[in-house]
């Protein structure tokens, strides 16, 4: 069902945000929910207090973590081990499907409960398991409903952002056989049941991983639902899924992430549920999963280290708080962006993960540059400047716009000497006269017809400010010798104040 | 047997694959990041919270009265008792007034002290692991309250901590309708960090497999931004402050 759906997608990002752009309920319902995350992000932050501080030390953390992973990734390997747990490596996603098919097919499962996980998403995971005959529930109540509707997440945090309660009303009496009013409490409950059935039937329970702890091999996970204790808990096996730069090295460094990630998330003090799980359940205990598994996946990752531009990648804690800041993601939502993640932080991580540029070269241009993404970042990511990069590397292998191109460098030839610059302008001037009205010029002819389909380019002016630059010099040079007294006295006066400590210094919440 | 030695043979196989892989695997990344592997643990200057956060240290009133305002502000309820008396009498209190029959509790001796099978004769009151034949994820799934002990709390965030043990099961503070936690008042601490720096100095092979932090009701917000309570953990929580 999710293959018919991916099979249809409209290859271009514009073409996927124009179908976005056509569903009202689709914008409003994204604009609505980025607003109430942002908003008690906002808060959250500013309630906690010294904000900047705590982003500069989880950055720190995680540039730390990332520059000796060797170290700290083999470090939680052999603890985790020494826990009881079976590691393995998949340097694919291929690989890391066939690990986890091998388990299922060994542990002859029947079903397999999933909770939230991003990185089996990348690995269309579910479509494997269904491929060997084994069922694949997903049990947070988002990704539920979702694949119920057989679509895949369009947020990293509210996954059904684009459904309405109709539409989900409409999916679960289907699977309930009978009609559910369309009331959240109703819907919620069917869920419920459904899911407790599910859970305690299922062989095996299949996590992500938020956070892994090197120095004592544990795993944690944030979660709001219970989904991911219960997957952790209730089956006899537990494979978890993690990708390799999850790491921290410590419970210490885990308060810095847990201040950060919820209320980065949705401004939460903490998520309602934190585990920190050690390995499968001890000898004397009375549940917990008898066996347990970690698939240590790269899947691409590894290509970002080393790479000055992007290595800071690996640093995101995947809050989601750039989607909800993005002006485009509020408007384009989600599934425009045509990869596992989106947002600013997709637009940048599908083309690195993949190291195919050319293929995703529209996915870098889905952003205004304007610097929300990074301001929002819990761990201080320049993915604003990253996707500068990705443009370039674009243009440099050859993926540009070619006329844009030419334009670009035929207006460095010119600008990059005076007397050319003059000769155009005066040139310009000339012309203008042929096409000029009332000020503007509103032909939608060549290189004037993407801009002026909507707007008016204002004619060159009769005097410009290289014209009178002349003039304007002298006067700056003549002018500034003298000042006038009262600013003179002014400026003394502040100065002095500032000297004497004054007020309205750094002051933090 | 044979299937288990079969099964045994098969892990081992994927454990030897996986040591060879972890060499490269390791190697690799080094040679991305252009240096040789690193094998000593290397300097860590930044390790958790800030310095001035370390030093916030809150008086037991103010625990008291931040934790109660925070569980409170996610749906949580609180109360306050002089001892275990007035909270087995809370309980029980409980259990009458919402028609609870199936009570499960923790095997800690401080809870066996409550007295919950005297006060509720006409509930089943059961206690975690305390018989090897049962099969306790099913009496915690259809438990009507699961009845904890806290480990620790902690004020800042409003969380209660617990910790998996043979007499301590995760099910019962997840699969029960409604959570009664226990939170002896000298457990309550300010931040996060003094619960999980534990963790660190605790020797790897002393932790439990499970360690939660529960900071009120199950919660969703999945279907129209509206906030549904109980989706699959408890939906009705109480944190008892003894002390």
Not at chain 1, 131 to 139: H, K, R, Y
Not at chain 1, 420 to 448: F, N, S, T, Y
Not at chain 2, 7 to 19: D, G, I, K, M
Not at chain 2, 163 to 184: D, E, N, Q, Y
Request: charged share 25%.
């Amino acid at each position: 069902m999710s293959h018919a759906s991916t099979a249809t997608k409209p290859k271009t990002v514009k073409a996927r945000a124009d179908l976005a752009l056509n569903d009202e309920f689709l914008r409003k319902a994204v604009k609505f929910t980025t607003e109430r995350l942002r908003l008690g992000k906002k808060n959250a932050s500013e309630e906690h207090g010294n904000w900047d501080d705590w982003r500069e030390r989880g950055r720190q953390i995680r540039l730390h973590t990332i520059a000796h992973l060797d170290y700290y990734l083999n470090l939680f390997v052999d603890n985790a081990r020494a826990n009881g747990v079976h590691v393995h490596f998949a340097d694919t996603a291929d690989e890391a499907v066939k690990l986890s098919l091998a388990i299922a097919e060994r542990k002859a499962a029947k079903s397999v409960v999933k909770s939230k996980s991003m990185v089996t998403e990348e690995l269309h995971l579910n479509h494997a398991l269904e491929g060997i005959g084994v069922e694949a529930v997903e049990t947070d109540l988002g990704e539920y409903i979702i694949q119920l509707a057989g679509e895949t997440p369009s947020h990293i945090i509210i996954p059904a952002i684009h459904k309405n309660r109709y539409q989900i009303a409409e999916l679960l009496s289907k699977e309930a056989g009978e009609t559910l009013e369309p009331d959240t409490q109703v819907l919620a409950g069917f869920v419920r049941k459904k899911l407790r059935e599910k859970f305690l039937e299922a062989d095996i329970g299949m996590t992500g991983c938020n956070f892994a702890i090197a120095e004592t091999g544990s795993m944690v996970l944030f979660e709001n639902e219970g989904n991911g204790r219960m997957v952790s808990t209730v089956p006899k096996t537990q494979i978890t899924l993690m990708g390799m730069e999850r790491i921290i090295p410590s419970f210490e460094d885990l308060e810095v992430m847990a201040t950060l990630l919820p209320r980065s998330a949705t401004g939460q003090k903490l998520t309602v549920y934190m585990s920190g799980i050690t390995g499968p359940r001890r000898e004397v205990d009375g549940d917990g999963p008898e066996e347990m598994h970690i698939i240590i996946v790269d899947n691409g990752r590894s290509l970002q280290l080393g790479d000055p531009e992007f290595q800071e990648l690996l640093n995101c804690i995947r809050c989601g708080a750039c989607l909800n800041a993005c002006p485009v993601y509020r408007h384009i939502g989600g599934h425009a962006y045509g990869g596992t993640y989106s947002g600013p932080i997709g637009a940048v991580l599908t083309p690195a993960l993949n190291k195919n540029v050319g293929e995703w070269d529209d996915i870098a241009n889905a952003s205004s540059l304007c610097g929300a993404c990074y301001e929002a970042c819990p761990v201080k990511i320049p993915l604003h400047d990253m996707l500068v990069y990705l443009r370039r590397r674009k243009v440099e292998r050859g993926h540009g716009n070619r006329a844009e191109g030419m334009g670009m460098k035929g207006f460095a030839a010119v600008a990059g000497n005076s007397g050319r610059m003059a000769r155009a302008l005066k040139l310009g001037k000339l012309g203008q006269k042929l096409v000029a009205r009332d000020g503007g010029i509103r032909l939608k002819i060549g290189p004037l017809k993407g801009w002026n389909s909507y707007r008016v380019t204002p004619e060159l002016p009769k005097q410009s400010f290289r014209d009178t630059w002349k003039t304007l010099e002298g006067e700056l040079r003549g002018g500034l010798q003298e000042m006038d007294e009262a600013t003179r006295d002014r400026m003394a006066r502040i100065v002095q104040e500032r000297g004497q400590g004054g007020k309205g210094g750094g002051h933090h919440g | 047997m044979a299937n288990s030695r079969e099964h045994e043979a098969w892990l081992q196989e994927l454990e030897a694959a996986s040591r060879v892989k972890q060499r490269t695997f390791m190697d690799g990344i080094a040679g991305k990041l252009k240096r040789p592997r690193v094998t000593e643990a290397p300097a860590h200057p930044y390790r958790g919270a800030p310095d001035f956060w370390r030093e916030m240290e809150w008086d037991e009133e103010e625990r008291v009265q931040r934790f109660t305002d925070n569980f409170k502000s996610v749906g949580g309820h609180v109360v306050r008792l002089a001892g275990m008396e007035e909270a087995s009498r809370f309980i029980a209190d409980k259990a009458q007034e919402m028609s609870a029959h199936y009570i499960l509790r923790q095997q800690e001796s401080e809870l066996d002290a409550l007295g919950l099978e005297a006060a509720l004769p006409e509930a089943q009151v059961s206690v975690w692991n305390s018989d090897p034949d049962t099969d306790w994820k099913a009496r915690a799934a259809e438990a009507d309250f699961g009845v904890v002990l806290a480990d620790y709390a902690v004020a800042y965030t409003g969380s209660i901590t617990v910790l998996s043990a043979a007499g301590k099961g995760r099910t019962v503070s997840l699969l029960p309708t409604v959570l009664m936690a226990i939170i002896p008042v000298e457990r309550l601490r300010t931040r996060l960090g003094e619960v999980l720096t534990g963790f660190d100095q605790a020797e790897r092979e002393q932790l439990p497999a499970g360690i939660h932090f529960i900071s009120g009701p199950s919660r969703s917000a999945d279907i129209e931004n509206d906030l549904t309570i109980g989706v699959h953990g408890p939906g009705i929580v109480y944190a008892i402050l003894v002390g």
